[in-house]
């Protein structure tokens, strides 16, 4: 079993992910602000630990001592990062460069770092991204990410750290924060229980790969104990679903129409993204992901019931 440092592990994926590695038996220490005053995580049998992502020293103090660290933390998102493109360059990308060096001055076995399965491919005519397409990245965001995968690759070059970005493209489910703007499944959900009109971004046609969160991670734990053979992995679940195709479901799910408003799409959001998921496949297997339906029955059940 590995000691695992989850940098941001009370955020939506981190929390996730934190409390699945502690079920599958790995030693975990927890690392965030939270600044909530509360846990998204449920494990107990874990270390806590309170600290700055923006504070090297803090970062400094936590990282020695774990086999594998999971860089989880972000401090944008695709649509707060528009109104101030340098704030990913002050904060995730400079940061993000500090953790890695620290990493490799204390000897981490191996660093994972969730990457963008979308933005980072920017607006291109494939139907799929495989890993080896070009990425060009056109937002703040996806820029960020992919500054952040080229600064792992000089660290790789240089110190011998040993990384892994994760190209993740829609995760969804029920975040424990809802005043995180991210993802279309769980702001919808929310603004029903609200009873506030949906938001729709552009005429209904922008194709994205959604993922059930509890079906991303089941991918992210059979990484942990192996040898991945490529620095680089898309996960996602290969399928394209339009928004309005999402909105529809939700209909079905939550057994109501509800009111929309159309809002402009943002000159940085892309078309069309459905991720390959083949080399994944490949090396790690197959699984049997909820559907579409059944995630967002899922979601729409853990957040009328907590």
């Not at 500054?147 to 829609?170: C, P």
Request: glycine share 8%; aromatic share 8%.
């Amino acid at each position: 079993m590995a000691r695992c440092l989850v940098i941001g592990a009370n955020g939506f994926l981190g929390s996730r992910l934190t409390d699945a590695l502690v079920g599958a038996g790995h030693r975990v220490t927890a690392f965030d602000r939270f600044s909530r005053g509360t846990r998204a995580f449920s494990s107990t049998d874990l270390t806590v630990v309170a600290g700055d992502f923006l504070s090297v020293a803090d970062l400094a103090s936590v990282a020695d001592g774990h086999d594998v660290v999971f860089h989880f933390l972000s401090t944008t998102t695709p649509a707060t990062v528009d109104g101030d493109p340098t704030i990913d360059l002050r904060t995730n990308v400079a940061q993000s460069v500090e953790l890695l060096a620290i990493c490799a001055r204390v000897g981490i076995r191996r660093l994972f770092y969730a990457s963008s399965g979308g933005a980072i491919y920017g607006p291109q005519p494939s139907a799929t991204f495989v890993e080896d397409a070009p990425a060009a990245p056109v937002s703040p965001y996806g820029i960020g990410k992919l500054a952040v995968e080229r600064y792992i690759d000089y660290y790789a070059a240089t110190a011998g750290l040993s990384a892994v970005s994760l190209r993740i493209s829609n995760p969804y489910g029920a975040n424990p924060n809802p005043s995180k703007r991210q993802g279309v499944i769980p702001i919808t959900l929310n603004r029903i229980l609200r009873s506030e009109p949906v938001v729709q971004v552009g005429d209904g046609s922008m194709i994205r790969d959604y993922i059930h969160v509890d079906d991303l991670v089941r991918r992210i734990l059979r990484m942990v104990d192996a040898e991945p053979r490529h620095r680089v992995y898309n996960l996602g679940s290969g399928r394209g679903t339009s928004v309005a195709e999402v909105l529809e479901t939700v209909r079905g799910v939550v057994g109501r129409d509800f009111a929309v408003e159309i809002t402009p799409k943002p000159a940085t959001f892309v078309d069309h993204v459905v991720l390959d998921v083949t080399r994944f496949v490949d090396e790690f297997g197959t699984d049997h992901d909820l559907t579409l339906t059944e995630g967002i029955a899922r979601t729409w059940m853990e957040m009328t019931t907590t």
